[in-house]
């Protein structure tokens, strides 16, 4: 999970500029008329997401004699789609994680934006940018229509969130043939009970321990052959000591990434650094 600096586009420009092709003059007249009301519900949004309450704002499907189809349409076809007039905004959002990554997951590529509060509930937010996070297709399916209704259940918004403050995810290293790795949530010995509850409730909706212990699988195999070498070279002592630094290394900048989590439990499984590793795949 990767924490990333808000938007800076103002929602109530972003909406007119969404709505700026509209050709129908009575839908134009409609759409135009909410401004007021994105922008009020941008400031709430904005508001209470700072003080953590998201899950308090309520629904609102229909507003001001807009129906639900026409305002989602604002966003799938003059925001969303290529070429629409508001593609501008999308894909500076989009391309605001770093190396394109997909903020929720931290390892997949962000190819799509996530509605944090979801579309099907806040019309009024449907093109709001601090509503609209960097995505890989992937956790957008997991996450789909989720609905905070309590703070444990607000999944990580990257733009108000900060849950590298503490070691959170954790590995055990299965000792079997092939070697397994499992991936789990901790809670640092400084966060609240609400914290803890949150960063379990986000890996357990975008699924994230078998994404991380696949990925973990197939950093291993490229790995065998040093680990090897080190071994015949140094045994588990040369072994050991390659997988600290590696996990050092890999902390400095992401501290909670499997990477990192994964090389850190690796070296201080005294059965993998005395040859375990063996029974990585070839």
């Known amino acids: ?12 420009t972003t909406y007119e500029l969404c709505i700026s092709k509209v050709r129908n003059v009575a839908l134009k007249r409609k759409l135009s008329a909410l ?38 349409k604002v966003y799938t076809n003059r925001m969303a789609k290529s070429g629409a007039p508001g ?3 999308y894909d500076k959002i989009l391309i605001s994680s770093p190396q394109r990554r997909c903020p929720l997951c ?21 093109v709001t940018p601090l509503n609209l996070v960097p995505s890989c297709k992937d956790c957008n399916f ?31 290293m299965v000792q079997s043939d092939p070697v397994g790795v499992l991936f789990d949530v901790q809670r640092p010995h400084d966060w609240d009970a609400a914290k803890f509850e949150r960063a379990n409730y986000h890996f ?6 078998q994404l991380y212990s696949d ?26 000591q390659d997988l600290e630094g590696r996990a050092r290394s890999l902390r400095i900048t ?9 090389y850190d439990t690796a070296a201080t499984d005294s059965w993998f650094c005395a040859g375990g590793f063996e029974n990585i795949p070839d």
């Open 254 to 262: 992401r501290p909670n990434s499997w990477q990192a989590v994964l």
């Open 35 to 72: 401004k007021d009301s994105v922008e009020r519900a941008s400031d709430e949004y904005d508001a209470e997401a700072t003080l953590g309450k998201l899950h308090l704002i309520s629904a609102s499907e229909d507003i001001e004699g807009v129906s639900k189809k026409e305002i989602l």
């Open 87 to 89: 593609r501008s905004v």
């Open 142 to 172: 997991n996450k789909r229509a989720v609905y905070p209704n309590s703070r444990e259940t607000e999944t990580f918004h990257p733009y108000y969130d900060d849950f590298d403050d503490g070691f959170w995810l954790r590995a055990e």
């Open 1 to 12: 999970m990767r924490s990333l600096p808000k938007p800076t586009h103002d929602a109530g």
């Open 204 to 209: 357990k909706t975008l699924a994230l321990s």
């Open 215 to 240: 990925h973990a699988a197939g950093e291993l195999v490229g790995q065998k052959p040093l680990f090897k070498e080190l071994f015949e070279v140094g045994g588990s002592d040369a072994v050991r």
């Open 106 to 126: 931290g390892q997949r590529d962000a190819s799509t934006l996530d509605h944090y509060l979801p579309e099907s509930r806040h019309s009024s937010l449907v």
